[in-house]
């Protein structure tokens, strides 16, 4: 298409000439399949010189899903930090009748560490999750004593220390657990600086093996020259083998605020106070 020469003698002048593009001379949206952002949808857009290629140029029409709107992996694997309580049920958020000996002190503080965590099923915000976990728990005492079980086999507290005068520096129950998650987990959020979803919830189901279990006290014996003991106890404690519970993660990043609830007794059935553990904590997830 030829130029006019009044027009390019207007443009030499520095007049606005109004010009009527030709219908054919603007080319259709052209779009290319792209495997980079360098290679996304263009539109054509035409002008003088069109038929040399002069006066072309180009624009983006269309975007790639961003990377940070796909799974990239759940979030059970790492260390946390909880504090260990006992309470009636979830509901009564206190001790049983009859159980005050079990207060506890803010020193009862327990750690996980999760080994591993696998995603089962997971779609762009969605995901199921298990993993292996190390679950252990200390329950320190405020009373002066310790637990024991007695001839008819129920776990009662022991007063011999306090007894003989004796006042304890530590006085606990340790649990050490196994376990194994599986947890429905939701992403969202957007990140500029990497392709993961920085906020997250999960929820599930939490079962665990008892590996260990036991009692602890440290003292020491009166008068100037008497020594500090430990005395720990493995046996004897009717402690459930078994369990299984509910667990929630909420977090930002790797930095997520957890808690677990387990709503069978700590001790078996008819062996030992009706006490329910609940945790709640930081943990590190990566």
């Not at 637990?147 to 220390?161: H, K, M, Q, S």
């Not at 605020?257 to 007794?265: F, G, K, N, V």
Request: aromatic share 12%; charged share 20%; with cysteine.
């Amino acid at each position: 298409m030829r130029t006019p020469m009044f027009i390019l003698f207007a443009g030499l002048l520095g007049w606005t000439v109004p010009v009527a593009v030709a219908q054919d001379a603007v080319a259709e949206p052209v779009a290319v399949e792209a495997a980079d952002e360098a290679e996304l949808p263009v539109r054509v857009v035409g002008g003088f010189g069109a038929e040399s290629g002069e006066g072309w140029t180009a624009e983006r029409v269309g975007r790639r899903v961003p990377k940070r709107w796909k799974w990239h992996g759940g979030h059970w694997m790492g260390i946390g930090v909880y504090y260990n309580g006992l309470v009636q049920s979830l509901s009564r958020l206190r001790l049983p009748e009859g159980a005050g000996y079990l207060r506890q002190t803010p020193a009862s503080i327990g750690v996980n560490i999760n080994f591993v965590d696998l995603s089962l099923v997971s779609d762009r915000h969605f995901g199921l999750i298990t993993g292996l976990g190390l679950a252990v728990n200390n329950f320190r005492f405020e009373d002066n004593m310790t637990l024991t079980r007695n001839e008819a086999g129920y776990i009662v507290p022991d007063y011999r220390f306090d007894a003989a005068g004796i006042e304890l520096e530590k006085s606990k129950l340790t649990t050490v657990y196994l376990q194994v998650p599986l947890l429905a987990e939701f992403q969202f959020g957007r990140s500029g600086t990497t392709s993961r979803s920085p906020g997250f919830v999960n929820f599930g189901l939490v079962g665990g093996v008892r590996l260990q279990g036991h009692t602890k006290v440290k003292y020491r014996e009166q008068g100037e020259n008497g020594g500090r003991y430990t005395l720990k106890q493995y046996s004897g404690l009717n402690l459930r083998n078994f369990r299984y519970g509910v667990e929630c993660n909420v977090g930002y990043r790797w930095v997520a605020l957890s808690a677990r609830y387990y709503p069978q007794s700590l001790f078996v059935k008819d062996r030992g106070p009706e006490v329910q553990q609940v945790d709640i904590g930081l943990s590190l997830l990566f």
